[in-house]
């Protein structure tokens, strides 16, 4: 029994302290690569927003969603970004995160033939590659929520893209607490992914933004 109690204890030691040094790995790698002032942001020739829920699942309007499309259409109108790629889960035809984004950014303003869309976007991995390997994309601003753009930009690097990140909007703590402890599991699964050189779901032709 005391075997098994000191190998349990093990077990969690060795898994806190790979949250722990995946975690700091990854804002230390961001930490000059995301930017929530579109005055202090490069410009890029395209955007890619991160997909989200359109809404929750008691019908109001999920804030990741709502923060991340403002924060594409500052940098637009702004010339930070010349087209936007949204990146998305389409898994079914009941759920389509790609066109939700487009619908509502062409209502703020941001002209259809501006607007890509990659339905194949089911992990970060999957979008930030498509990015790269589908939409011929080197370079690239990330939207998203900083906590997201950290690992994101770190799975670009990764990947031999030179990306940074703006910074959407974030939520309250309380609102978003069930993601952000997700978000630990999450950045020890990108070092996993990068270890056993895992790659997208989808890969498939080419749609290269010119």
């Known amino acids: ?23 700091y790995s990854i804002e230390s790698y961001a930490s000059d690569k ?4 579109v005055s202090e942001i490069q410009k890029n020739k395209v955007g ?10 008691n019908g109001h309007v999920n804030l990741y969603f709502t923060y991340r499309v403002e924060a594409t259409v ?3 109108k702004e010339g ?20 939700d984004f487009k619908e509502e950014l062409i209502k703020r303003g941001i002209p259809e ?15 930030v590659i498509r990015a790269k390997e589908i939409f011929g994309q080197d370079n690239i601003t990330i ?30 703590r309380r ?15 990108v070092f996993l992914d990068i270890l056993f050189g895992v790659e997208p779901k989808f890969l498939g032709e080419k749609i290269e933004i010119k």
Do not use: C, W
């Open 80 to 99: 930070k970004i010349e087209f936007v790629l949204v990146s998305g889960d389409n898994s079914t035809k009941a759920y389509d995160e790609p066109t």
């Open 113 to 127: 033939d501006r607007i890509f869309l990659d339905y194949a976007g089911f992990r970060t991995l999957d979008s």
């Open 1 to 23: 029994m005391r075997k098994k109690i000191k190998a349990l204890i093990l077990l969690i030691v060795i898994t806190l302290l790979v949250i722990v040094i995946s975690n």
């Open 175 to 189: 609102y978003g607490l069930k993601v952000q402890l997700r978000e630990y599991l999450a950045r020890t699964k």
């Open 48 to 57: 890619l927003v991160l997909g989200t829920s359109k809404l929750l699942q």
């Open 34 to 37: 995301t930017f929530s002032e």
């Open 143 to 172: 939207i998203s929520q900083e906590f997201h753009n950290e690992r994101a930009v770190y799975l670009a690097g990764k990947n031999d893209i030179n990306a940074v990140g703006f910074n959407a909007q974030d939520v309250s």
């Open 74 to 76: 500052a940098l637009y």
